[in-house]
């Protein structure tokens, strides 16, 4: 079967899946008792290893088989979520997710993870990971779920004894399976199997290193049990131990040891399975009714119905010219059932920011590990949308910042204390709306920035003269990090610093239309704030007449509009300009820079438009203003890649195009 | 499209100044009547503009000015032929369009020295069908810049 049909979705829907084991797995950090969590990250981890499987992704199939199993022993309460733990099924998580990648990027999904199962082996098999060191033997303890409790409390009130038996099964052990079979079978002879690690099922399968544990209620002498054992060919060690029956973990014991046993087990079959059933249904309600759709067909929606809102207005005029009634009125209803639809395309390229967040949970988790610092990160507003076009831009630049405000921002935690300041920094991540853009917010409360420093680094990189710097604002000065080659690390780390600076930073945010500010107080913390567009398909612009011409300038460059006298307009170095509150700005003329064919001298006064780039403004002449706009903006096609001061095109209601003008290539 | 040398050719073939020209069906996209173009400067003198095609800006070129042909008035036959090459679409304005044609693999001779006078350059060949003479283009190089 050809599977390359499916890879896409398989792609996406193993990303899905990791997401989640994320997401569930540093909840779970914070809660280790939730077994809900556990239960989802497992199934998750499932369906992974099935996708990948059917897909013939073998590395992928058999570390998410591995991992599966210790998710397992965590659900039947054989081994205990520790941070050590985690950190090893992080690692295993980072290495499907590179591996996933790399299928997504065309490569096999192969890479070396021997030494993450082996990792993941021994924790199954009840060793802590790293800390365990050859030789020494995992604590020769069960722990017993409530059922398994109550079995054990009974066997002991009719005079049976519970053991513990540690089995090691010859290192040249062929048939270890058949070796299991016979343990069982002779410990069934002699009493009562309540409990086995690993599980049966996967010591039929052989899942498991060279030995294994099992619980067993008997009223044969130990040592016996040990001799007949013994007795079975390539065992090579026994060890038994009296169990003394604990309270059970989880504290509901006495209300349920009124009831037989049978039915405990039962009604707790029920319960797990309702539990399963609820959780399952609220991802459902999490997750909604989605379906996946391309974003050429989007584009493709949105050009058709550009059309037919192009037809609209023609219908428009058509109906006021023929004055009939009931014309007029189908074509009113027309245009609002239509402009309910455009509202609903655009939407339909809205994706909330939490798209973007998710992945710093994990990211700070292990950064704070990595640095030794205690972080909290606090995620605000994820449900803020914005355009695809813009969530896929906008990732790289949040990770920078987040990892400066870890790395320069968050102070270690002894210092945090020796301020006064809890040890735990907190890292708050924020998503609003206002007007018509989406703030991104990046606050830490860690050390701020230092003024000095900054002006310090500046002269001595000669971005700043040491003048020119003793006027400087707080702002501008804090504003001097973004410059490119700036660091205000006093040594290079591996977090951040790694010679792509705050400078690469402000240059992508600023290609999106956006900008990017940064405040802060010394002691008390620093705050990057990210403006950006709620959509890089719809701007707002000003339309303008040259001639017979029209373009576009978006409003997001225009400072203001004016008309100018002609004796206003002044030369200086053959470079005409105005007067512009008390500024000398260089008027451009349009008609020149274009050269707009029949366009003639202007009359008495200019119109002229008023933008900036940055700190600079230019004047640009125009015949006259036609007015405010949104318009949908558009490439020039592939064709005509780079046209100068041109930065693409919109259609307008009359179905022309007209093309917008790009301020910056304009402002010298 | 050095590669269907072997293979039968099916074109679309249309009419610049007195020659009949073809090109391969599978780059064409569409024939258009003419429509209001809008002018983009500092572009080549051959681009005339963009117009909207179905909601997509896509660029014109005039077909005799690329080819260094004395420009025409535009007229009731003149028609825009939009192709697609890769990621490029673009319309070719030309005299007019209106045959679909089969030509056999076997017809097609290299370019002569010179054809009228388009630069053998755009051309991937020519084809003798009965009493026509079809230049077959190369859309690659029309549309190198």
């Known amino acids: 079967m050809d599977m390359n049909q499916y890879l896409d979705i398989f792609i996406d829907e193993s990303k899905e899946h990791l997401q989640t084991i994320n997401e569930r797995l540093l909840e779970l950090e914070q809660t280790p008792d939730d077994m809900a969590l556990v239960n989802e990250i497992f199934r998750s981890a499932h369906t992974l290893k099935g996708m990948s499987a059917t897909m013939g992704f073998e590395d992928l199939a058999n570390l998410t088989h591995q991992l599966e199993n210790v998710l397992d022993g965590i659900r039947n309460r054989q081994l205990i979520v520790t941070p050590e733990l985690l950190d090893v099924v992080f690692q295993a998580v980072d290495h499907l997710e590179a591996m996933i990648m790399s299928i997504a990027s065309g490569g096999d999904g192969k890479r070396d993870v021997s030494e993450t199962v082996e990792q993941l082996k021994r924790i199954e098999q009840g060793g802590m990971p790293d800390k365990q060191t050859a030789g020494e033997k995992p604590p020769l303890e069960h722990a017993y779920g409530e059922f398994e409790y109550h079995v054990l409390q009974q066997a002991k009130e009719q005079g049976f004894s519970v053991y513990e038996i540690r089995i090691r099964l010859r290192e040249d052990c062929l048939l270890k399976a058949a070796r299991v079979y016979m343990v069982f079978e002779l410990l069934s002879e002699a009493g009562e199997i309540v409990k086995s690690t690993p599980p049966s099922d996967m010591l039929e399968e052989e899942q498991f290193g060279q030995e294994f544990l099992v619980t067993v209620v008997s009223k044969t002498p130990a040592d016996e049990l040990r001799t007949r054992l013994m007795g079975i060919s390539e065992i090579d060690g026994v060890e038994i131990a009296a169990v003394t029956v604990n309270e059970p973990t989880a504290k509901s014991g006495e209300q349920a040891a009124s009831e037989l046993p049978a039915s405990t087990a039962f009604e707790q079959a029920a319960a797990a399975q309702a539990e399963a059933e609820t959780v399952e249904k609220q991802a459902a309600k999490q997750a909604g009714k989605t379906i996946r759709v391309n974003i050429e067909r989007l584009d493709m929606l949105m050009n058709l119905f550009e059309e037919l809102v192009v037809d609209r207005g023609r219908l428009e005029q058509i109906s006021r010219d023929l004055n009939h009634a009931e014309l007029t009125e189908t074509v009113e209803r027309m245009s609002r059932i239509s402009s309910d639809l455009q509202t609903i395309i655009l939407n339909m390229r809205m994706v909330p920011v939490e798209t973007v967040f998710n992945r710093f949970p994990r990211m700070v988790r292990q950064l704070a590990r990595e640095l030794g610092k205690k972080v909290r990160l606090d995620i605000i507003g994820a449900e803020t949308e914005l355009d695809r076009t813009v969530i896929d831009e906008i990732g790289d630049p949040l990770v920078h910042l987040i990892r400066n405000a870890l790395d320069h921002g968050i102070e270690a935690p002894d210092a945090r204390a020796a301020c006064g300041k809890p040890e735990e920094g907190t890292v708050k991540l924020r998503a609003y709306h206002s007007g018509n853009h989406v703030f991104i917010e990046i606050e830490d409360d860690g050390a701020g920035i230092s003024r000095e420093k900054v002006l310090q680094k500046a002269i001595a990189r000669g971005i700043v003269s040491p003048e020119a710097a003793a006027h400087l604002t707080d702002q501008q000065v804090y504003g001097l990090i973004f410059a490119p080659g700036f660091s205000t690390a006093d040594h290079i780390s591996d977090i951040s610093g790694r010679g792509v600076g705050l400078d690469v930073v402000k240059s992508t945010i600023e290609s999106l239309g956006g900008a990017v500010t940064v405040d802060s107080q010394p002691g008390k913390g620093s705050l990057f704030s990210i403006q950006l567009p709620l959509t890089l398909s719809i701007i707002s612009v000003l339309l303008v007449q040259i001639a017979a011409e029209t373009y576009a300038i978006p409003l997001s460059s225009i400072m203001e509009t004016a008309l100018v006298r002609k004796e206003e307009i002044f030369s200086a170095h053959n470079q005409p300009v105005i007067d512009f509150r008390g500024k000398v700005v260089p008027l451009v003329r349009l008609k020149d820079v274009f050269s707009v064919p029949d366009a003639s001298d202007e009359g008495d006064t200019v119109a002229a438009v008023i933008v900036r780039k940055g700190e600079k403004l230019a004047a640009l002449a125009v015949d006259s203003f036609i007015g405010q706009q949104e318009v949908v903006l558009k490439s020039l096609g592939n064709y005509l890649s780079s046209v100068f001061a041109i930065s693409g095109a919109t259609i307008l209601g009359d179905g022309r195009v007209a093309l917008i003008i790009d301020c910056n290539a304009l402002v010298k | ?145």
Request: aromatic share 6%; net charge negative; proline share 7%.
């Open chain 2, 1 to 145: 499209m050095s590669a269907s040398v072997q293979t039968d050719w099916k074109v679309i073939a249309f009419r610049l100044k007195g020659e009949e020209y073809a090109l391969p069906v599978q780059h064409v996209r569409s024939i258009e009547k003419m429509q209001p173009i809008t002018r983009v400067p500092g572009t080549a003198r051959y681009v005339k503009g963009v117009i909207n095609l179905r909601g997509v800006v896509t660029p014109i070129i005039d077909l005799r000015e690329r080819f260094g042909f004395a420009p025409e008035p535009y007229g009731e036959q003149t028609r825009m032929i939009i192709v697609t090459l890769g990621d490029v679409e673009v319309g070719l304005i030309v005299d007019a369009a209106n045959d679909v044609l089969d030509i056999p693999a076997s017809s097609i001779e290299p370019p002569p020295e010179a054809i009228g006078a388009v630069e053998a350059a755009y051309i991937y060949g020519v084809a003798k069908m009965e009493r026509r003479l079809l230049i077959l283009l190369d859309l690659a190089k029309v549309l190198d810049q």
